[in-house]
């Protein structure tokens, strides 16, 4: 088992389990796909990912979780939350008010940010999550949202990065849009063509009263539609850079 | 704030720990320091007493060990060196003072001694005597023992002897002596 620079003592995971709203797919640490599995509904993605892991039984897994799974907001800063305890609390009652529903059965992270910047929420179904983590037998080492890593590893090369950044999943597209390294809103759009995407990144521009030609666009595509949707994206984009993001590895 | 990479998020690791849990946390840590503490008080004071009892142990050891060659010393003094300071003992307690009390007593009469033996371990008694007549000498070797270190006394031989003024009996006498007689 291969271990990662920077990781001493950590030996890297051996599968990458990535899951969105209709499929799992099981990789192995040289990214081919192991196993498939479409499911008809979020209920059915733990006993299936229970049922992968098992046939697999060597090895840590990461589980990779498109942003279409989960539910991601902005938390205003606010000074006088002083403990992450707090800030869990406030992102909870920010949950209710987006969704309309207790964030009990949801399980709510709050990602640290520098004030006065809005911190990102992201938000799992509890029995969801433990769905997933117990049919790994404790061998799931973590789970996390892939177009956050993705995202990282962009600001990490350009920290003022201005634009879009696009995952596309099999029904929702979630939409982070960044104003010089800022995430300044979070959405996710249904649609049904990539002219109705553009249209909508566009819109998000206008609304920052940033021209389309300023910014740039980081597009993570599923791997079936990557060719034919990112192709279309781009041209609807129009001037705009569109700069792939990183695949995701073990 | 951020204490990481940008938008690290993981659903595996624990939420973020309430303040209350962080103070029980530190009052567990502080009580364990505590805890640690007396238990290493406790360790050294334990310690100290087992190097004392240890020291002390040690020099009721070397207490044994000299007396014991102190001991061992007496038991091997010289056998001869003993023999003689034991030979000098008894010479100071012999009864030389009641020996001759009863050779010159009244009671034995007119017998004057010539000469006077006694062995070296004042166990018999010779001596060469004169008297008048050999009646003179049986009554004083008949008289002789008693209260005193002569137990038993034999005549051992006699002669007439011309001698200026008549005639005198030489005898020679044999006696054995009984020297715890006076101790």
Redesign the interface.
């Known amino acids: 088992m291969r271990r990662p620079d920077g990781w001493p003592g950590r030996a890297a995971a051996a599968w990458l389990l990535q899951v969105d709203d209709r499929r799992l797919e099981l990789r192995a640490a040289d990214g081919r796909v192991v196993e498939r599995d479409d499911v008809d509904g979020s209920a059915a993605i733990g006993p299936a990912a229970g049922r992968m892991l098992a046939a697999h039984p060597d090895g840590e897994v990461q589980v990779r979780v498109d942003a279409g799974v989960a539910r991601l907001f902005l938390v205003p800063w606010a000074d006088a939350l002083t403990s992450g305890a707090r800030w869990h609390t406030y992102a909870c009652s920010r949950f209710e008010q987006a969704y309309g529903e207790s964030a009990d059965e949801w399980t709510v992270r709050v990602v640290d940010e520098l004030p006065p910047r809005a911190r990102l929420a992201v938000a799992l179904p509890t029995a969801w999550l433990k769905a997933v983590t117990l049919g790994g037998a404790r061998r799931v080492v973590s789970v996390r949202v892939g177009l956050l890593d993705r995202v990282a590893r962009l600001l990490a090369s350009e920290p003022r990065f201005s634009g879009c950044a696009i995952e596309v999943g099999a029904s929702v597209a979630t939409l982070l849009v960044f104003v010089q390294g800022e995430l300044r809103r979070v959405r996710a759009r249904r649609f049904d063509a990539a002219e109705e995407l553009a249209a909508t990144v566009r819109s998000e521009w206008a609304s920052f009263g940033i021209a389309a030609s300023a910014v740039g666009a980081a597009v993570a595509l599923p791997a079936a539609a990557r060719a034919a949707l990112g192709d279309t994206l781009a041209a609807a984009l129009g001037a705009t850079r569109v700069v792939e993001l990183e695949p995701l590895s073990p | 704030?951020?204490?990481?990479?940008?938008?690290?998020?993981?659903?595996?690791?624990p939420?973020?720990?309430?303040?209350l849990a962080i103070a029980v946390l530190v009052v567990a840590l502080v009580a364990a320091a505590a805890a640690a503490a007396w238990c290493e008080q406790a360790w050294r004071s334990g310690r100290d007493l087992a190097s004392r009892r240890a020291t002390l142990e040690a020099a009721l050891e070397r207490g044994r060990e000299q007396a014991e060659r102190r001991r061992t010393t007496a038991r091997g003094a010289d056998p001869q060196a003993q023999e003689q300071a034991v030979a000098v003992l008894d010479e100071l307690h012999r009864p030389w003072r009641a020996l001759f009390e009863q050779l010159e007593a009244d009671r034995v009469g007119p017998v004057h001694l010539d000469q006077l033996a006694i062995d070296s371990r004042f166990e018999s008694l010779q001596m060469q005597a004169e008297a008048r007549s050999l009646g003179d000498v049986l009554r004083y070797v008949q008289a002789l023992p008693g209260a005193g270190p002569i137990a038993a006394v034999q005549l051992s031989s006699h002669e007439l002897r011309d001698a200026p003024g008549g005639r005198v009996v030489s005898a020679r006498v044999v006696a054995r002596l009984d020297g715890r007689a006076s101790r």
Not at chain 2, 1 to 13: A, K, N, S, T, Y
């Open positions: 704030m951020i204490l990481g990479p940008r938008f690290d998020v993981d659903f595996v690791r939420a973020p720990v309430p303040p």
